[in-house]
């Protein structure tokens, strides 16, 4: 084991010695304070309507990977969600305001997508049938997943003018699916109004007081069908793009206590075919444009709507399908990551990743069901990261980021760290702000105790001393050769590699001494974790 280890930090070094530049600093976490909280399920993961013959850019990366056609006995699939042990699966996307559930009194043809010219997004109406949704909730129970359900928002409505559709929503075909749905005991978590009907829309669009009227609707619907139910799920929308007067019309329109949770999409890095892709995300002043809306839309939560909380119920970097050989493979974790940790602060209470599979941004590839790199980066969050969001603040260049959550299912701290410099390694020591407030307490008192204080600075990461061999657990992240663009990711050395069986490689830290400081080499990430870090938050 030892000489494993002492392997393993050979090659961690080499990448720092050929490194342009070393830059030494200081991490400092907040333990005594919560920032924010997300849900205990905050990753989530979509599964898409799209067909094989969904196409961009003269590519159609989406194969067999569609709600109604996904193969849900794959090894693979099965394999990848349990994993994460309850994972939040959200089934929807551009097509859910055309699909018609074949159930009750359906008085229109349910027949599957097709392409048509005249169609939105190019495509017919779809449909759901029973006997699909049966085998969809099968895989949903057997794998754990909580089912976050996007109903169609458009039934019964007309196209009044280009992308502007009026009348009153057409409640009786979801009624009579929610009505089989739970007949059947099948448990859904949530239930989702609508897909990117928002403000403008894409494709389509619903005014905002008529999209308020409807929801009020659709939650007097769902107390009524689950009166007396022990879990009532909740009420999503409107799962589109931020718009400020349209989302604050919205919740001014539906009223108190009727919208559980406020989700809306992202895709920051803009178009797939973007050749620019890469450098938009190691670039963190176009990250950091990301904040704008998250923090917009929490301050109109707070003021119109504290009733209710915000999701991101769908993102994957890139839009239209994502980037070929760029949204598939580890650079793309530099992105996801990072937005994973700034949400968070800005309490969100889920984060919904498009897609778990289909597209080129699925978490898992399309057509051999192996994960991708960011399937490992959001399967480490998921299992390190708790939901009590910490503050960080550091004295490094904005090429470093770094966030702090209350680890989870134990105590101590997990912090993320993400280097975006290809020529810098940072080496860091990391600091309790409780300890340094200490510090200063007991300097004043007393000159000579100052060194044996600041050993418990940097040694303890706490306000206890101890001259016990402490350790920290570390996973460092690159991509397999040093190729930005490869799609395998490698964790402390290792590739990571299902089975040829279809099991799950072990993701195992390393421990390191507490007293060391961290090297983050260019372009790697690290979660570390600190069991012994004191946060009161933290329990």
């Known amino acids: 084991?030892?000489?494993?280890?002492?392997?393993?930090?050979?090659?961690?070094?080499?990448?720092?010695?050929?490194?342009?530049?070393?830059?030494?600093?200081?991490?400092?976490?907040?333990?005594?304070?919560?920032?924010?909280?997300?849900?205990?399920?905050?990753?989530?993961?979509?599964?898409?309507?799209?067909?094989?013959?969904?196409?961009?850019?003269?590519?159609?990366?989406?194969?067999?990977?569609?709600?109604?056609?996904?193969?849900?006995?794959?090894?693979?699939?099965?394999?990848?969600?349990?994993?994460?042990?309850?994972?939040?699966?959200?089934?929807?996307?551009?097509?859910?305001?055309?699909?018609?559930?074949?159930?009750?009194?359906?008085?229109?043809?349910?027949?599957?997508?097709?392409?048509m010219k005249d169609g939105l997004f190019g495509f017919s109406k779809g449909c759901l049938h029973m006997e699909r949704w049966d085998e969809l909730n099968r895989f949903f129970k057997e794998t754990g997943v909580l089912v976050t359900f996007g109903l169609n928002a458009l039934h019964g409505r007309h196209k009044i003018k280009r992308s502007l559709w009026g009348g009153d929503w057409d409640s009786s075909n979801a009624q009579d699916f929610l009505k089989y749905t739970?007949?059947?005991?099948?448990?859904?978590?949530?239930?989702?109004?609508?897909?990117?009907?928002?403000?403008?829309?894409?494709?389509?669009?619903?005014?905002?007081?008529?999209?308020?009227?409807?929801?009020?609707?659709?939650?007097?619907?769902i107390n009524e069908l689950y009166e007396g139910s022990q879990s009532k799920p909740s009420l999503v929308a409107p799962g589109g793009f931020f718009e400020e007067e349209w989302f604050v019309k919205l919740l001014l329109t539906s009223g108190s206590r009727v919208l559980d949770f406020m989700s809306h999409h992202m895709y920051n890095l803009g178009a797939g075919v973007d050749p620019k892709l890469v450098s938009k995300i190691l670039n963190p002043d176009h990250l950091n444009k990301a904040a704008y809306t998250f923090g917009n839309l929490t301050h109109v939560i707070r003021r119109h709507g504290p009733w209710s909380s915000a999701w991101v119920g769908e993102s994957g970097g890139a839009y239209n399908s994502g980037g070929a050989h760029v949204s598939n493979t580890f650079v793309n974790s530099f992105?996801?990551?990072?937005?994973?940790?700034?949400?968070?602060?800005?309490?969100?209470?889920?984060?919904?990743?498009?897609?778990?599979?289909?597209?080129?941004?699925?978490?898992?590839?399309?057509?051999?069901?192996?994960?991708?790199?960011?399937y490992y980066s959001v399967l480490l969050w998921h299992r390190l990261m708790g939901k009590v969001v910490l503050s960080v603040e550091s004295d490094a260049s904005p090429f470093l980021r770094s966030y702090a959550h209350c680890s989870k299912g134990r105590a101590g701290v997990t912090l993320l760290v993400i280097n975006l410099s290809n020529q810098t390694n940072f080496i860091m020591k990391v600091q309790n702000s409780i300890s340094l407030k200490l510090a200063v307490s007991e300097q004043n008192i007393s000159r000579g105790g100052f060194a044996h204080t600041l050993k418990k600075t940097f040694s303890w990461v706490?306000?206890?001393?101890?001259?016990?061999?402490?350790?920290?657990?570390?996973?460092?992240?690159?991509?397999?050769?040093?190729?930005?663009?490869?799609?395998?990711?490698?964790?402390?050395?290792?590739?990571?590699?299902f089975t040829e069986a279809g099991n799950m490689p072990s993701l195992n830290p390393?421990?390191?001494?507490?007293?060391?400081?961290?090297?983050?080499?260019?372009?790697?990430?690290?979660?570390?974790?600190?069991?012994?870090?004191?946060?009161?938050?933290c329990g």
């Open 182 to 221: 739970i007949s059947k005991g099948y448990h859904i978590d949530s239930w989702e109004f609508g897909n990117e009907l928002s403000g403008h829309g894409i494709g389509a669009h619903v005014l905002a007081d008529q999209y308020g009227k409807d929801l009020i609707k659709l939650k007097k619907i």
């Open 335 to 374: 992105w996801y990551l990072d937005q994973l940790g700034m949400s968070s602060k800005y309490h969100t209470k889920v984060y919904c990743r498009q897609t778990l599979i289909g597209g080129n941004y699925g978490l898992l590839n399309a057509t051999t069901f192996v994960p991708n790199p960011d």
């Open 462 to 497: 706490g306000t206890k001393a101890s001259d016990e061999a402490l350790f920290r657990e570390e996973y460092h992240l690159t991509p397999k050769d040093g190729y930005l663009q490869s799609q395998t990711m490698v964790l402390n050395g290792i590739p990571l590699e």
């Open 1 to 115: 084991m030892e000489l494993q280890f002492g392997l393993f930090l050979f090659l961690t070094l080499i990448p720092v010695i050929f490194a342009h530049d070393i830059s030494h600093g200081s991490i400092v976490v907040d333990g005594t304070m919560t920032v924010a909280q997300t849900d205990d399920n905050f990753v989530c993961a979509t599964i898409d309507w799209w067909p094989h013959d969904k196409c961009d850019y003269d590519q159609c990366p989406w194969h067999y990977t569609s709600v109604t056609n996904l193969n849900l006995s794959h090894p693979f699939l099965a394999e990848a969600v349990r994993a994460f042990n309850n994972l939040r699966i959200r089934v929807g996307g551009s097509l859910q305001d055309q699909v018609l559930y074949d159930v009750g009194n359906l008085k229109s043809p349910c027949h599957p997508f097709q392409k």
């Open 510 to 537: 390393v421990r390191v001494n507490v007293n060391s400081p961290i090297s983050i080499s260019p372009l790697s990430i690290a979660f570390i974790v600190f069991p012994n870090f004191e946060a009161p938050p």
